[in-house]
Structures are given as C-alpha cells and as structure tokens.
C-alpha cells in the first residue's frame, strides 16, 4: 500500500508539469499582458519594456514557466491586475468555493444516490421512469439556463432562496447555487447507481441475504447498496475537480466572489498569474481527490489489493 | 412417511406426528413477456424431523422454484403462487406476514446455495456475513459474533478459522467457501435446511467430503434436509427419500433404496440408467432423448411423453395420478406396473 501511493505519487509529478505548461501556454497565447494593463491607451515602449523585465516577460516561454514554478514553490503566486498577491485573492476565494463545492457535493451525492436506489428497485415502475425522464432532462439543459431559471422562480420570484450569495458567503445562501452547481453531476450519479444497483439486486449474495432472514433495510444497505456504490464512489470522486471547476458558471449566476470569479475576472483582465496560480492549485486538488478515490476503492472492495 | 402421496393429498391432521415440513398442491409460475411459465404444478412432499428428502430433476423441472418458494424467496412479481399450502410445523406459511416469515428464514429454515462464491457477498468478511446471523437475530454484540463465528467455522472443519475470520471469501477455496454457506446455514440450528445442489461447482473429491460433513452434522441433530440434487450419485448415501421431478410435477416419490432397485417411472429408469458405470466401460453412455419441456409449452398429457419410450396415446392426453405403487412410494406413470415389471 506504502508502495503503491508512493508510486501514485511520483506519477503525479509529469501531470503535475505537463497540466500547468499547457495553462501557461495558453494563458500568454491570450495576448500581452502588459498591454492589457494600458487598457485602450499605447503604452509607452520603455516603461513597457521595464514593466517586461520586471515580470520577467523578456524571457522565452520556457525560461518564463520554470522561473514561474520556482516563484510558486516559495509561495509567491505574483500579484493579481489589482495589485493584491494572488496568494491574498486563494485565501478569499478558495475557502468560498470549497464551501460552495461541498454543498454540491453533499447534495449531489444524497439525492443522486437516493434517486438512483429508488430507480433501481423499482425497475421499469413508475418511479424508474420518472428518474429516468427527470435525469435526462437536467443532463440535456445547461448550467446557466438551470441556473438562471431556479434563480428567477426561487429567487426573484417566488423568494424561497436569496436570489444572490451575501459577502462571506453563509451556507444558508449557497443551498441554491450548490443545487445549480451539482444538478448535471446528480443526474450522472442517479443513473449510474440506477444501473449498479439494478444489476446487484439480482445477485446471488442479495438472495442469500434475504434468505438469512435479514431485515429488509438491512439487505438494500449493508449488502446492497455497498456493492452497487463501488462504480458511483469512483464518479463522485473524480467530480470533486469538476464540482470546483464548474463553478465558474455557477459564480456568475450567484455573484459568489470565489475561485471562478477570480479566474474570470483573470481572463477579462489577460492576468496570468490570477490565471495559472488558481489553476494550478485546482490541478492539485484534482490530482489528489483522485489518488483518495483509488485508495477508497482498495477499502470498498476487498478483491483489489494494491502492491 | 405420510399418507399424502397422492396428487389429492388429502389434508392430515396438524397433530404431534405431523411433518416438520408438508408442501401441499403448490403451484408457482412466472409472467413473462411471452406468457405464464408453470415452474410448480401441484407438488406435494414432507420432511420429518431428522429425515433427509432428496429432490432430483433436471434443470427447469421446478425443483429449486419449489424450495425458493418455501424459503419465501421467489421474485415476486414475476411469481406468482396461485395455490397451494407450505405448512412448516403446522402452519401455512403462504398465510403468514412478511415479517413473520423473515423471522423463520434463517432461523428456523436454512437455506445453502449452489454457488458458494457467487453467494456469499464478496466486498465482506466470511466472519461478518456469519456473525450477522447472530446479530439480527440474537441481538449479540459484534465481538459476541465473532467468538461464535470462530466456533462455526471450526464445527464445519475450517483449518485455522481463528486466522480466517476476517479473511474475504475470494480469500477460501471452493470447497471451504461451501462449508462457510453451510456454516451460514447451520449458525441458529434450524429446524431445516435446503440444499440448493450443494456440490454442484466442486470438484468430485471435495463433493464427497462437502456431502459427508452434511450428513454428519445432521445425523448429530433431529434437523431435516431436502437436498436438491441432479446428481443420482450424490443422493444414495445421505438421502432416506428420492421426489423425483419433471416440469413442476413429481413423477415419483419413493423411499431410496427401492428406487434404486426398482423405478417405478421411465423418467427414473432413464436417469439411473444414464449414470456412467465401470462395468459397461467402452460401451456408449445412455441418455435420454429429446430436451426438457419448454415451461411456456408444457406438452398436453404427460410432459414426459415426447421422451419417453413407453408412451401411448393416453399419455399424450392424460395427466397421469400419482399411483400409489407401495408403501410411501407413488408413480405418476399410466403405466407404472409395466416399468416396475421389466
């Protein structure tokens, strides 16, 4: 086990560094920075210039990106278009867009789970074919009419929610941008749980369950439900990533001042270091939710061993 | 034995000398797509205490149907149990509560499965999946279980079951994952088990020491068996009744030994006959011709009559009775006296 996440961990290092390259390739493919800066005006060439080497943007593309991941791995991040270091903005937005990620997450996995085990059972019933029905619905509308729409009638409309996060954003507010948020992902959860369980419920260990006189919540959680979350587990894991990333959308809507806000703003300001900084940090996280998401799998089901 | 060999089945009195196990005219079938598949079609049989009923067909003749029907586990819908009575020390099952009936299952009825690996959970501990007997249904702590657990596997001869307990069942050999279902099976000392074809996916060797153990372990109790089987070979030794079946009827009941003497149906006469024997080496191995009955299109008559080299016209309209050949013994051949005289 020792071992293996060892290993796990040292082919993280090539992701790690070819994911960040392509992002800092991109982001100077976006235009000069040092012009954006100017906004409508030409700068002037030899403060242009000084401002370059100051940045280090004198240098070629290689040169800039190590210089860039030395910087990064002493903690400075460099400064946002605003002045601020970009390690000031992670430390107000991160902790925003967790808290959003997590509310989705939460309700992504409850009600994706619920749903699925509900369609499952009941298998080509009236409730398997209203999951089925619901689920391919909210796969097929994006995000931001989800978004927009919930927002209107929950929000503006009817006032079951607030239709904007508050500064700080308290839980209590992010309840609807996390259910916009999570609505694509819990339609992808429900399904394939739907599917997994089922397959199981016609397994022999089912039937043997059954058959030792166990409860009948007993035999759907214990022996069920356990073997039919393998493959969903594996899903949730990977979309904690897509959670935090798919915010971007979901900030906008909401007003949320968290990790998409401050990469959008980043973007329309032709920041790189807001840009890659955040990213980077959203590669790790990504990374790492993954590597938990193959140790988890080892724990779920006793047949894999890792060496 | 009873007096209930006939198809009629007259009811016996629940009295103190009553069957532990009495299944009356019971009829199951499936609803499919394609119409009403009659898996059960009013079989009868008993099991006393401390007796061991072999039941033995082919695939799809409705001998494990008729088991999961007893053990309350058929897949309702598509089964459906249109008639019949399964009275367990007395009372009718069918007539019980759910909840009622999940009490009895594995407390009072046991069932061991054919596919040990396949039924037992793969993502648990063989120590916890047996242990949980003992949870649910005496409310014992999880170390309590364990201890018991550990006892379990070393009365169905588990070397080292200290070390195994927590070992996966992947973790086990065939053989030792069949006398964990045993085990499962034996944890609250039913009154009954069923044996669902218990030795069907082990090798020969470990066939006979699985068969040994079971009819062991029963010989030190009064429990009954039914031992489903479609293997003649297996049942000899530990079986003191045969219920043969064909497409959810029986077509013979019979104590062991005279069976094996002397069948009283052609069905039987060609299953015996098509068991491998040293002394006819080199010779062809008989079998019987044609394929079981579609259970979608059981044949009008005798479902036995496309196969049977006795049949007559009366066979291919008439469903024969069970005769009453003996005692305890019945035919459900129109011909019986003609196939026990040759």
Redesign the interface.
């Known amino acids: 086990m020792g071992r293996y996440v060892i290993r796990r961990l040292l082919q993280m290092v090539p992701v790690f560094i070819g994911t960040t390259f392509l992002i800092f390739v991109m982001v100077y493919a976006l235009g000069d920075p040092v012009a954006a800066m100017f906004g409508d005006r030409a700068p002037d060439p030899a403060t242009a210039a000084q401002i370059r080497h100051a940045m280090y943007l004198d240098h070629s593309l290689p040169a800039q990106y190590v210089h860039y991941m030395k910087q990064i791995f002493t903690g400075n991040f460099g400064t946002a278009a605003t002045g601020q270091p970009v390690t000031e903005l992670m430390g107000s937005a991160f902790p925003v867009t967790i808290r959003l990620t997590l509310v989705a997450f939460a309700i992504e996995a409850v009600a994706g789970i619920g749903l699925g085990l509900l369609a499952g059972m009941r298998r080509g019933r009236f409730a398997d074919t209203g999951v089925l029905a619901f689920t391919l619905l909210v796969v097929a509308v994006p995000t931001f009419v989800t978004g927009y729409v919930l927002q209107y009638f929950l929000g503006v409309k009817w006032h079951v929610a607030n239709p904007a996060v508050a500064e700080g954003a308290p839980i209590g507010d992010l309840i609807l941008p996390g259910l916009v948020l999570a609505a694509v992902s819990l339609a992808y959860v429900a399904r394939l749980t739907r599917t997994s369980v089922a397959e199981n419920a016609r397994?022999?260990?089912v039937?043997?369950?059954?058959?030792?006189?166990?409860?009948k919540r007993?035999v759907v959680t214990?022996?069920l439900l356990?073997?039919s979350l393998?493959p969903v587990v594996t899903f949730l894991g990977t979309d904690i990533g897509g959670l935090m990333a798919g915010a971007v959308v979901t900030e906008r809507i909401f007003n949320i001042h968290g990790v998409g806000y401050q990469l959008y703003q980043g973007i329309l300001r032709q920041n790189p270091p807001t840009v890659v900084g955040f990213v980077t940090i959203l590669v790790i996280i990504f990374l790492a939710a993954n590597l938990l998401v193959d140790l988890l799998y080892a724990v779920?089901?006793?047949?894999i061993r890792y060496a | 034995m009873t007096a209930t060999d006939t198809m009629a089945g007259a009811p016996a009195p629940a009295t103190a000398t009553a069957p532990l196990l009495e299944v009356r005219d019971l009829h199951v079938e499936f609803h499919t797509r394609d119409g009403v598949a009659r898996a059960v079609n009013g079989v009868n049989y008993s099991v006393n205490a401390g007796e061991t009923l072999a039941v033995l067909g082919e695939s799809g003749s409705g001998k494990s149907v008729t088991a999961q029907a007893i053990m309350g586990i058929l897949d309702m819908p598509p089964g459906r149990i249109p008639q019949g009575e399964i009275l367990f020390q007395g009372q009718d099952m069918l007539k019980m509560s759910a909840e009622a009936r999940r009490k009895i299952r594995g407390r009072k009825i046991a069932m061991i499965f054919q596919d040990a690996l396949s039924s037992l959970n793969p993502v648990l501990s063989v120590g916890y999946q047996l242990g949980e007997m003992f949870r649910v249904h005496q409310g014992l702590s999880r170390k309590a279980a364990k201890a018991r657990s550990i006892e379990l596997m070393d009365r169905v001869r588990i070397p080292g079951a200290r070390a195994r307990v927590n070992d996966y069942p992947h973790q086990f050999s065939g053989g030792m994952r069949q006398r964990i279902m045993i085990a499962m099976a034996l944890a609250l000392e039913p009154d009954l088990i069923i044996a669902d074809e218990p030795t069907t996916a082990l090798d020969v060797t470990v066939q006979a020491q699985v068969m040994d153990l079971l009819a062991e372990l029963q010989r030190e109790s009064t429990m009954g068996l039914i031992l489903i089987t479609h293997d003649l070979g297996v049942v000899a030794d530990v079986a003191d009744k045969i219920a043969v079946m064909y497409a959810g009827r029986i077509v013979e009941n019979a104590p062991v030994h005279e069976i094996y003497r002397q069948p009283a149906h052609p069905y039987t006469k060609g299953l015996l006959q098509s068991i491998p024997r040293v002394d006819r080496k080199g010779q062809e191995l008989y079998a019987i011709k044609g394929l079981p009955p579609n259970l979608l299109h059981v044949p009008a008559g005798c479902a036995f009559n496309p196969r049977c080299p006795m049949a007559q016209d009366v066979c291919r309209t008439d469903v024969p009775p069970l005769h009453t050949v003996g005692a305890g013994r019945g035919s459900a051949c129109h011909f019986w006296k003609e196939t026990l005289g040759d």
């Open positions: 397994a022999d260990y039937r043997t369950a059954v058959a030792k006189g166990l409860p007993r214990v022996h356990r073997n393998i779920l089901d006793p047949r």
